[in-house]
């Protein structure tokens, strides 16, 4: 046979081969932030990046003070915000837009979503939309308030154009725990991939003074910190 036609049938039966592989990598990654019935717990990566996420604000002293922490340490954070504290302190919003953080949709006030008709639960995400137009891009992420959703509300929020996001670390800040305790949860806990729930809703809360820790400790052992959409782009298929 000759030689050039051989070196052609190789040459597009590799290419067939990696063509399939890319079509079969993509659809299972598709499938997992396609899938109505899921939410987004932790990133299976190998790549040591770690996501802080911030609940419940903003408050007019619990968050300048986690703003402060992560302006320091040069971090990035997603913050999951209520509409009616937007509406109470938007330049705080604004400042954390400026500083370069991710703002995403924990709803309007905090109510048990699941237990809600949907056109109240769209009213939530709309009111919370609304809130942030002026000082924020429109979120892409959401967060139901205490982790209450069900497939019917993943579903729907992703009607909007939006993935459903939870965690895979709890702090426990928001017991207002100690410092140490805090610390602690992560430090044991933590590996590529984890969202940390932490939060800023009340004051006073251990988690600015934890959160520095936590970063400095993080960085030590080579993790970078990023936000949750960035998280999502290390999104690895096991094989």
Same mark, same amino acid.
């Not at 725990?177 to 809360?205: A, C, E, F, W």
């Not at 990023?226 to 999104?235: D, H």
């Given at each position: ?14 290419s067939i081969l990696v063509t399939g592989l890319v079509c079969a990598l993509m659809y ?24 802080? +996420? ?5 408050? #007019? ?7 402060? /922490?992560?302006?320091? @340490? *040069? ?9 009616k504290n937007v509406e109470n302190h938007p330049e705080i919003i604004a400042q954390a ?6 703002i995403a949709s924990h709803a309007y006030s905090h109510k048990r979503l699941n237990k ?47 993935? +459903? ?5 709890? #702090? ?7 410092? /140490?305790?805090?610390? @602690? *949860? ?54």
């Amino acid at each position: 046979m000759n030689s050039k036609k051989v070196v052609r049938r190789k040459f597009f039966s590799i290419s067939i081969l990696v063509t399939g592989l890319v079509c079969a990598l993509m659809y299972q990654v598709a499938n997992v932030f396609t899938d109505k019935s899921r939410v987004i717990k932790q990133i299976p990566t190998t790549h040591k990046v770690v996501a802080i +996420t911030v609940d419940d604000g903003p408050h #007019t002293k619990a968050t300048p003070e986690i703003l402060a /922490v992560l302006k320091e @340490k *040069t971090a990035k954070a997603t913050f999951f915000v209520l509409g009616k504290n937007v509406e109470n302190h938007p330049e705080i919003i604004a400042q954390a837009v400026l500083d370069g953080h991710e703002i995403a949709s924990h709803a309007y006030s905090h109510k048990r979503l699941n237990k809600l008709p949907a056109a109240e639960v769209v009213a939530e995400l709309a009111r919370l939309e609304a809130a942030l137009q002026t000082v924020a891009p429109r979120p892409t992420l959401f967060r139901p308030p205490e982790g209450a959703y069900n497939d019917d509300i993943v579903a729907l929020v992703r009607e909007r154009g939006y993935s +459903t996001i939870l965690w895979s670390i709890d #702090t426990g800040d928001w017991r207002r725990v100690s410092v /140490v305790q805090v610390v @602690k *949860t992560v430090l044991d806990n933590v590996r590529p991939g984890s969202i940390i729930l932490m939060h800023d809703g009340q004051y006073p809360l251990p988690t600015a003074r934890a959160l520095a820790i936590i970063i400095d400790k993080l960085h030590e052992q080579g993790y970078q910190l990023v936000t949750v959409s960035e998280l999502l782009q290390y999104y690895e298929v096991s094989r």
